[in-house]
């Protein structure tokens, strides 16, 4: 509540905000969860709410007329189907590679078109491994977007891109040893 008062000028709207807030929060909260069905994305847009809430505050009259909660609603409606969108792309993001990956390995093990045999290893890694060299030696995509893609930390891509060739080297020195 503290930081939501400290971005408003005015004691007048400060007074206004407060009651909006205490009138509000739990209704916001509701329709944030009906449409996320998520505690902390919910939180997120109620949030995001009162902070366009503040920038609007001009056009608020009576706290507690209709028009002011069909206002209210609207704001965290709005919020909570952005945020619904974004988690739908990501995950469409996730789903369009974890298809392209499949396809990939379908593809060599149907027409064995691999005779490269850092590409058969790589395709005998576990598959957070796999995903990541995917999307980097492939795709060349950078380490901070592959991080976004898979909803992990850069050091996290890092480590495994790490982690992966160490595994890599032994898969290929296993093959040798098979294949001469």
């Known amino acids: 509540m503290f930081l939501y008062l400290s971005l408003i000028e005015t004691e007048e709207d400060k007074i206004k905000f407060e009651a909006i ?7 916001m909260y509701y329709v944030a969860n009906s449409i996320l069905k998520d505690e902390h994305y919910s939180h997120d847009a109620v949030q995001n709410s009162f902070l366009k809430i503040i920038k609007h505050i001009d056009k608020i009259e009576d706290v507690k007329c209709n028009k002011t909660k069909g206002f209210i ?4 409606k709005n919020s909570s189907i952005d945020i619904y969108r974004k988690l739908q792309m990501e995950k469409n993001k996730v789903q369009k590679l974890e298809n392209e990956i499949l396809s990939f390995e379908q593809e060599v093990y ?6 490269n045999k850092v590409e058969v290893a790589i395709l005998k890694l576990p598959e957070r491994y796999k995903q990541v060299f995917f999307l980097k030696y492939s795709h060349g995509v950078h380490d901070d977007k592959i991080a976004d893609i898979l909803d992990i930390s850069p050091s996290t891509v890092r480590t495994r891109i790490k982690r992966g060739k160490e595994k890599l080297k032994i898969i290929l020195d296993e093959m040798e040893k098979v294949h001469g």
């Open 21 to 27: 807030f205490n009138n509000y929060k739990k209704i």
């Open 73 to 76: 609603v609207t704001i965290v």
């Open 110 to 115: 149907d027409t064995d078109i691999l005779s």
